[in-house]
């Protein structure tokens, strides 16, 4: 028999003293108003973004790749790195919305349904990079392995690239499915409750006519329950693969068997940086400070320093197995090309490091991890920090080759690269305004789940019953 | 189609909610089912429900995913097109590991999905019979099936005693049908209640 009501002494994720329909009312009220000027505004630059980056595609598809700054040398440069970036921020949803809800912890509820959308824009962003990265993009089918006319010449399932289609599109659909099925009781208490035709058929038809259903509630658990269960070795085995895209190669810098719990913790480290650079603003701006409060970001500044400190670890075994391996073409990799600030592309690895390992260390202290301007500030510059990772891994292991005759000038990016990547920018906020304005941001029938055993208005009663049950636990293992 | 009677009983509170359940179900009354604003603990063993096997689905689902990946891969690369790749073995098991966990998990997830939307019948444009707007906001919506003799007045006054809100009597109809919820659509002439 597991204990009902959760410990006094923890703090309450629901704040003020709610009832289940004061619940709806915040979080639907964003729905149900007219979006501020702030939101326009916001909008506005998202999508200006975007259509720059659709320019910018457009010239890349239109005149080739060479509109981009790659060379023979550093065929891997922005556009890689950026894959790799916004898969890693992709990850934080499905970790909070999975691995979270096997853990059984209760803070989860307050942010993954926006943490969700994250991740899902996210990946979207992501896959564009090496789709476009194909030059002919039109071809782009050609990774998919279906009987052709070519022989059929089939892909090869051997290769790392091909298992990357596989993950993440895979990630992407289960994600998908896994954020779609927890909203479908939340559009329909948005359509239940809508006062305009309009509102009422479209969340209608999103809601696909459910009903509350004590039978389908049941399902509905259940079928959250697995999806859990399968997205927790999903999520871990995408960045996995993402890593094998490296390390099964034999570049040095990249031929290392500690990438794949090196990418899995990255990814979360930038993951949960990006939900705490969006949820401090969202709370705010529409009023759900009771929802999300400082207990939840304090939670995310925790698991923040963890993997901050793990990738930490991780840099420094790679710099002792530059020296620890004797072969030179990893220590000049490691200990020149990276470690070296005077190095070309030193200045990547000391910034990489100072925003990855060492700012994150201020977490350790309680009143950095619930100051807001501090936890935004550092989940910007987490993310500056990994995205420099990226680029270290990348291109600091491929611009000077076995070969010295092909070592590379200096690579920068040009402005149709730089216009890819802020486009990506302007699809995910593109999608996370238009989220955040129609979609109910935080899971309202979750919240109410666990209202009555967190919620602040509740706790007075927890103790008596906690007693309660832990009597009727002693008296059940008496006899 | 045909529409039937319910008596609706609404309750505002999970805690009184459950003892009522119990004693409409020890007294007789058939519950049809009792609408929930969230999943409810523990609520559908007290209606005597069986526990649901879409997670058996799952499984097979998965498994299907699986086997679909390690046929597919060995036949194209054993059979079919047998690339040399290094001269390394044609049957390269380890390497295929990746793709058939990542099939296992697609099929598993899509697999169960559509299930759950297929015994649930949820899809868009699908319309049901709501018996009461706030099943979704704050109340628990018990509804239960009259028979020839069953007294609505009194089956109504029962609720109430056991801390019903609200009881109302309806005519409804069980299934779905295609419609969309800013229209009242009458289903057929004359059916109204």
């Avoid at chain 1, 593109?430 to 979609?439: H, I, P, R, S």
């Avoid at chain 2, 096997?53 to 059979?79: D, E, P, Q, V």
Wanted: with cysteine.
């Amino acid at each position: 028999m597991s204990v009902k009501y959760e410990s006094q002494l923890r703090e309450p994720l629901v704040y003020g003293n709610k009832t289940y329909h004061d619940v709806t009312e915040d979080i639907v009220r964003p729905i149900e108003a007219k979006p501020s000027k702030l939101w326009y505004i916001g909008f506005y630059i998202s999508v200006c973004l975007l259509m720059f980056g659709v320019y910018s595609v457009y010239r890349e598809v239109t005149y080739g790749i060479g509109q981009w700054n790659l060379n023979k040398t550093i065929g891997w440069g922005w556009d890689i790195t950026n894959f790799v970036w916004w898969v890693g921020i992709g990850h934080a949803g499905t970790l909070i919305s999975a691995i979270l809800l096997l853990f059984r912890q209760g803070w989860r509820t307050g942010v993954n349904r926006a943490a969700e959308a994250m991740t899902i824009f996210a990946v979207m962003c992501a896959g564009q990079f090496p789709i476009f990265h194909m030059g002919r993009v039109w071809m782009a089918f050609f990774v998919l392995p279906y009987p052709n006319s070519r022989g059929p010449l089939w892909v090869n399932f051997n290769s790392p690239l091909l298992w990357d289609v596989f993950a993440i599109s895979t990630y992407f659909t289960v994600s998908l499915l896994f954020w779609y099925s927890g909203l479908i009781p939340d559009f329909a208490t948005v359509r239940d409750r809508a006062k305009t035709k309009l509102r009422k058929h479209l969340y209608g038809v999103a809601a696909f006519g459910w009903t509350g259903s004590t039978k389908h509630w049941q399902r509905h658990e259940s079928l959250s329950l697995v999806l859990a269960g399968l997205s927790t070795p999903l999520v871990l085995s995408v960045h996995t693969i993402v890593s094998f895209d490296f390390a099964t190669s034999v570049i040095p810098g990249w031929h290392t068997t500690i990438f794949p719990p090196y990418f899995v913790a990255g990814a979360i480290f930038s993951g949960f940086a990006m939900v705490q650079s969006l949820m401090v603003v969202v709370r705010k701006v529409f009023g759900l400070t009771d929802y999300i409060t400082m207990g939840h970001i304090e939670a995310m500044n925790k698991v923040i320093v963890l993997t901050g400190s793990i990738v930490g670890i991780a840099y420094l075994t790679e710099l002792f197995m530059g020296w620890y391996s004797q072969n030179k073409y990893e220590g000049y990799t490691f200990w020149y090309s990276r470690a070296n600030l005077f190095s070309p592309y030193g200045w990547s690895y000391w910034g990489m490091m100072a925003c990855n390992v060492l700012s994150p260390q201020i977490f350790w202290f309680r009143k950095m991890r619930r100051n807001l301007f501090v936890t935004f500030f550092m989940s910007v510059l987490v993310n500056i920090g990994m995205w420099f990772e990226r680029f270290v891994i990348i291109v600091t292991s491929i611009y000077r080759d076995y070969l010295p005759s092909s070592w590379s000038v200096y690579y920068s990016p040009s402005i149709w690269e730089i216009g890819f990547y802020l486009g990506t920018f302007g699809l995910f906020f593109t999608c996370f305004f238009l989220f955040a304005k129609y979609f109910p941001t935080i899971a309202i029938a979750e919240i109410k789940y666990v209202l009555k055993t967190t919620g602040e208005s509740y706790k007075d009663n927890m103790a008596t019953i906690e007693q309660k049950q832990a009597d009727e636990f002693a008296h059940e293992y008496a006899h | 189609m045909a529409k039937k009677k319910f008596v609706v009983g609404c309750f505002d509170n999970e805690d009184v909610l459950f003892p009522a359940v119990k004693k409409v179900r020890t007294t007789g009354y058939k519950i049809k089912d009792v609408f929930t604003p969230f999943a409810v603990h523990g609520l559908d063993h007290a209606l005597g429900m069986r526990e649901t096997s879409l997670h058996t689905a799952g499984f097979i689902y998965g498994i299907t995913g699986t086997t679909t990946a390690l046929s597919c891969i060995s036949w194209i690369f054993t059979k079919d097109w047998p690339l040399d790749i290094g001269g390394k073995p044609h049957f390269a098991l380890p390497a295929w590991i990746p793709i058939m966990f990542e099939l296992t998990v697609l099929f598993a997830a899509v697999g169960m999905v559509l299930t759950f939307c297929y015994l649930c019948q949820l899809a868009p444009f699908v319309k049901k019979h709501h018996f009461h707007l706030r099943a979704t906001d704050d109340l628990f919506v018990m509804v239960i099936e009259c028979t020839e003799n069953t007294n609505t007045e009194d089956l109504k006054a029962f609720l109430t005693n056991n801390g019903a809100i609200e009881t109302d009597v309806q005519m409804a109809e069980e299934g779905w049908w295609i419609g969309r919820y800013d229209k009242d659509e009458v289903l057929f002439e004359g059916a109204t209640a």
